[in-house]
């Protein structure tokens, strides 16, 4: 004989059928996500409060498409979008085939009586829920679906980094920089990368990029401008010959001079951050994977003397992520990765998916989010899942078309700090551009 929901859980009229607090330390682990999956059903129909991630949903019954939940769904437009689609026969056949799965596990899994009427509770709950939801799709109908504008987006956002000015201002400034000394500025680096990134976009940067890129020494490339109190680094190195390669410029003979220190490293040795030989790095980080496949990058787009012996070994090297952040380096990886493939070199296992789905949810960072998008596109990902980035991406933009900064490299931090990150919306707003007339092409849209 069924046993009969619990008093508490009965459904009430406009009360919606919210699990008592007390139940999940009650339930094993299959029950507790269907628990968790009736509550979230709930949300979903009555608030819009931000939805997890898509594999979140998924695991609890509720598998959603991430092009629709994006980073949330918390505007009325997007949740409507994600309603109607719940509402429509794919949606579903979808919802009830997880949800029977999840609920014929717990059953399985339930041996008492107790367990077995917290499971009766979920399916009388979840009847309630279909009521609620014949009566929210109605109300679904009637909402307009959110603009998918990212062609503007993207224009919006060049547009703001490109006032006369913003540009010339983006810089390191060091007050407090290792072992002391007057102040510090890297600015050529961060001026070259911004363009860069809108020159990969699509954004014609030859002018202002060949300018930053004529201004050089030929000498091995520094940070702060070249200043001597630090050794040759990698990551320089990589940033500019990306920048020699857009322009056509892998000849110049410069780039011979930029190489010397990599050129000195004994066979078989794997660059590292710094290029030095026998200077002293000022401070940690000798191996980062984000700064290997910066310069596996760069070495591609130039190709230098030697770039198809170096390539292979910094693409599998897959060092942990020190100076950027973990995504950023993965993303770049990836990116380096299928770039060396269509370059016809010798490459071992690829590496792992440019975008975790556990990003994309309530609290992604675009930075990390737009990163991933060239890789994506590269790899030939599914429309849907740049469509996805591209969504959140948009929900993400201000007002004045910029993104919002987040911590990028490393840098030393004011003492007793020993390191800091640096934050620069230009950055971010850099990036999301490229990303977003990358991905534009690729999703169709």
Do not use: N
């Given at each position: 004989?069924?046993?009969?929901?619990?008093?508490?859980?009965?459904?009430?009229?406009?009360?919606?059928?919210?699990?008592?607090?007390?139940?999940?330390?009650?339930?094993?682990?299959?029950?507790?996500?269907?628990?968790?999956?009736?509550?979230?059903?709930?949300?979903?129909?009555?608030?819009?409060?931000?939805?997890?991630?898509?594999?979140?949903?998924?695991?609890?019954?509720?598998?959603?498409?991430?092009?629709?939940?994006?980073?949330?769904?918390?505007?009325?437009?997007?949740?409507?979008?994600?309603?109607?689609?719940?509402?429509?026969?794919?949606?579903?056949?979808?919802?009830?085939?997880?949800?029977?799965?999840?609920?014929?596990?717990?059953?399985?899994?339930?041996?008492?009586?107790?367990?077995?009427?917290?499971?009766?509770?979920?399916?009388?709950?979840?009847?309630?829920?279909?009521?609620?939801?014949?009566?929210?799709?109605?109300?679904?109908?009637?909402v307009p679906a959110?603009p998918d504008a990212?062609?503007?987006?993207?224009?919006?956002?060049?547009?703001?980094?490109?006032?006369?000015?913003?540009?010339?201002?983006?810089?390191?400034?060091?007050?407090?920089?290792?072992?002391?000394?007057?102040?510090?500025?890297?600015?050529?680096?961060?001026?070259?990368?911004?363009?860069?990134?809108?020159?990969?976009?699509?954004?014609?940067?030859?002018?202002?990029?060949?300018?930053?890129?004529?201004?050089?020494?030929?000498?091995?490339?520094?940070?702060?401008?070249?200043?001597?109190?630090?050794?040759?680094?990698?990551?320089?190195?990589?940033?500019?010959?990306?920048?020699?390669?857009?322009?056509?410029?892998?000849?110049?003979?410069?780039?011979?001079?930029?190489?010397?220190?990599?050129?000195?490293?004994?066979?078989?040795?794997?660059?590292?951050?710094?290029?030095?030989?026998?200077?002293?790095?000022?401070?940690?980080?000798?191996?980062?994977?984000?700064?290997?496949?910066?310069?596996?990058?760069?070495?591609?787009?130039?190709?230098?003397?030697?770039?198809?012996?170096?390539?292979?070994?910094?693409?599998?090297?897959?060092?942990?992520?020190?100076?950027?952040?973990?995504?950023?380096?993965?993303?770049?990886?990836?990116?380096?990765?299928?770039?060396?493939?269509?370059?016809?070199?010798?490459?071992?296992?690829?590496?792992?998916?440019?975008?975790?789905?556990?990003?994309?949810?309530?609290?992604?960072?675009?930075?990390?989010?737009?990163?991933?998008?060239?890789?994506?596109?590269?790899?030939?990902?599914?429309?849907?899942?740049?469509?996805?980035?591209?969504?959140?991406?948009?929900?993400?933009?201000?007002?004045?078309?910029?993104?919002?900064?987040?911590?990028?490299?490393?840098?030393?931090?004011?003492?007793?700090?020993?390191?800091?990150?640096?934050?620069?919306?230009?950055?971010?707003t850099a990036t999301?551009?490229?990303?977003?007339?990358?991905?534009?092409?690729?999703?169709?849209?």
């Amino acid at each position: 004989m069924p046993v009969p929901p619990p008093a508490q859980w009965r459904p009430w009229p406009g009360g919606g059928p919210v699990p008592p607090a007390d139940l999940a330390p009650r339930c094993g682990p299959t029950l507790a996500r269907a628990l968790a999956g009736l509550a979230l059903r709930h949300q979903l129909w009555t608030r819009l409060a931000p939805l997890p991630a898509p594999a979140a949903c998924a695991a609890r019954g509720l598998p959603l498409p991430a092009e629709l939940v994006g980073i949330g769904a918390t505007s009325l437009p997007d949740r409507a979008r994600l309603r109607r689609w719940l509402d429509s026969p794919a949606g579903q056949e979808a919802e009830r085939a997880a949800r029977a799965a999840l609920l014929q596990a717990a059953a399985q899994e339930s041996e008492t009586d107790d367990q077995r009427g917290i499971l009766a509770g979920v399916r009388a709950g979840h009847a309630h829920l279909d009521g609620v939801q014949r009566f929210g799709s109605l109300l679904a109908a009637t909402v307009p679906a959110p603009p998918d504008a990212f062609a503007e987006d993207a224009a919006a956002g060049a547009a703001w980094l490109l006032r006369p000015g913003r540009i010339a201002l983006v810089a390191e400034h060091q007050r407090w920089p290792p072992g002391g000394g007057a102040p510090l500025t890297e600015h050529r680096w961060l001026a070259a990368h911004l363009r860069l990134l809108l020159h990969l976009g699509g954004l014609d940067q030859t002018v202002p990029l060949a300018a930053l890129f004529g201004a050089l020494p030929a000498a091995p490339l520094r940070w702060y401008e070249g200043w001597a109190g630090i050794p040759p680094d990698s990551d320089s190195l990589g940033l500019w010959l990306r920048v020699a390669g857009a322009l056509g410029q892998g000849a110049d003979p410069r780039v011979a001079a930029w190489c010397a220190p990599l050129a000195a490293l004994p066979a078989g040795a794997l660059p590292g951050t710094w290029l030095g030989g026998a200077e002293a790095p000022a401070w940690g980080g000798d191996r980062c994977g984000g700064v290997q496949s910066a310069l596996a990058l760069g070495l591609l787009a130039a190709r230098p003397a030697g770039w198809r012996a170096w390539v292979p070994r910094l693409v599998a090297a897959a060092a942990p992520a020190w100076h950027y952040p973990a995504p950023v380096a993965a993303a770049w990886r990836a990116e380096a990765w299928q770039a060396a493939a269509r370059a016809g070199l010798e490459l071992g296992e690829g590496p792992p998916a440019p975008l975790p789905e556990p990003v994309l949810g309530p609290g992604a960072d675009p930075l990390s989010l737009a990163a991933a998008v060239p890789a994506l596109v590269a790899g030939d990902a599914p429309a849907a899942a740049v469509l996805a980035v591209l969504r959140a991406l948009a929900r993400l933009q201000r007002p004045d078309g910029s993104w919002p900064a987040a911590p990028y490299f490393v840098i030393p931090g004011k003492p007793p700090q020993r390191a800091d990150r640096l934050m620069s919306p230009e950055v971010t707003t850099a990036t999301c551009v490229r990303a977003m007339m990358l991905g534009t092409r690729t999703a169709e849209v």
